[in-house]
């Protein structure tokens, strides 16, 4: 494994410190994606593989990097970070907690790694279908987190590690967890719009029976339903989810009439 940046001096006594502005979590995740197992995961099939496969590249050009095994972390960070700043200095969460949620959103999936050399050690699940994670999945991809924390969180104080993992295992009731479940929920659901505008302008050239064309089609159509219920109940709570479902009603309505 490449040597990793050294973190343990953003950390005292008094709490969670940032020198220079670095930001934990991409500290890490950058660390994990630069080993055997991030690069491992990066090369597993792309998420939402229930709906079936086009082709990987033209799948990650038409729905973004939300897809990818990897990048989908990213992108829900980002869409942290976007969320907190829309809520301003309203929001109830300290600078710790701000950081914890953040790392979190950085590593949330690695516990989907099926690298081989974990997979001898303990139960992996991969990706699971939206609506389809078990208990069972869930405890099997917190073993393989706690595999991958020991070996690229060597340095993170267990404090700190904790209060991570707690907002990834959904253990904790907090204004930080809630914000990073409305992050990952309003995501999915500009995957799903994606997918629709494109089915849509697909169809309307005539191709409805391309396979790529109703891989979009169902996939549009079911992650948005299956979504969009979860992001009216986070658009109640902050501004960020409430405007992208304001945003998205139209286009919604029409995926479920017209697809």
Same mark, same amino acid.
């Given at each position: *494994?490449?040597?990793?940046?050294?973190?343990?001096?953003?950390?005292?006594?008094?709490?969670?410190?940032?020198?220079?502005?670095?930001?934990?979590?991409?500290?890490?995740?950058?660390? $994990?994606? @630069?080993?055997?197992?991030? *690069?491992?995961?990066?090369?597993?099939?792309?998420? $939402?593989?229930?709906?079936?496969?086009?082709?990987?590249?033209?799948?990650?050009i038409?729905?973004?990097?939300? @897809?990818?095994?990897?990048?989908? *972390?990213?992108?829900?960070?980002?869409?942290?970070?976007?969320?907190?700043?829309?809520?301003?200095?309203?929001?109830?969460?300290?600078?710790?907690?701000?950081?914890?949620?953040?790392?979190?959103? *950085?590593?949330?999936?690695?516990?989907?790694?099926?690298?081989?050399?974990?997979?001898?050690?303990?139960?992996?699940?991969?990706? @699971?279908?939206?609506?389809?994670?078990?208990?069972?999945?869930r405890?099997?991809?917190?073993r393989?987190?706690? @595999?991958? $924390?020991?070996?690229?969180?060597?340095?993170?104080?267990?404090?700190?590690?904790?209060?991570?993992?707690?907002?990834?295992?959904?253990?904790?009731?907090?204004?930080?967890?809630?914000?990073?479940e409305?992050?990952?929920?309003?995501?999915?659901?500009?995957?799903?719009?994606?997918?629709?505008?494109?089915a849509?302008?697909?169809?309307?050239?005539?191709?409805y029976?391309?396979?790529?064309?109703?891989?979009?089609?169902?996939?549009?159509?079911?992650?948005?339903?299956?979504?969009?219920?979860?992001?009216?109940?986070?658009?109640?709570?902050?501004?960020?989810?409430?405007?992208?479902?304001?945003?998205?009603?139209?286009?919604?309505?029409?995926?479920?009439?017209?697809?």
């Amino acid at each position: *494994m490449p040597n990793p940046p050294e973190v343990s001096s953003m950390f005292d006594q008094t709490g969670i410190v940032f020198p220079g502005g670095v930001d934990i979590g991409r500290v890490l995740l950058d660390r $994990y994606a @630069i080993g055997e197992h991030g *690069m491992w995961q990066a090369g597993q099939p792309l998420r $939402y593989g229930a709906f079936g496969s086009y082709g990987r590249e033209q799948m990650l050009i038409d729905l973004g990097p939300d @897809i990818d095994p990897l990048q989908h *972390m990213p992108v829900t960070e980002l869409a942290l970070v976007e969320l907190l700043a829309g809520e301003g200095t309203s929001g109830d969460w300290s600078p710790g907690e701000v950081c914890a949620g953040r790392t979190a959103a *950085m590593l949330h999936d690695i516990g989907e790694c099926t690298h081989p050399g974990i997979a001898q050690s303990c139960a992996v699940v991969g990706d @699971i279908p939206q609506g389809e994670k078990t208990e069972e999945h869930r405890a099997a991809e917190a073993r393989v987190r706690r @595999i991958l $924390y020991d070996l690229y969180c060597r340095d993170i104080p267990d404090d700190f590690l904790e209060q991570v993992e707690a907002i990834i295992a959904h253990q904790v009731t907090s204004t930080i967890h809630s914000a990073f479940e409305a992050a990952h929920d309003t995501s999915t659901l500009k995957v799903g719009l994606r997918a629709g505008r494109l089915a849509l302008a697909c169809m309307e050239g005539s191709m409805y029976n391309d396979i790529r064309t109703e891989q979009l089609r169902r996939m549009a159509k079911d992650v948005t339903a299956g979504v969009v219920a979860r992001v009216e109940h986070h658009a109640d709570l902050f501004v960020y989810p409430r405007r992208v479902l304001d945003e998205a009603r139209p286009l919604h309505s029409r995926i479920q009439r017209e697809l």
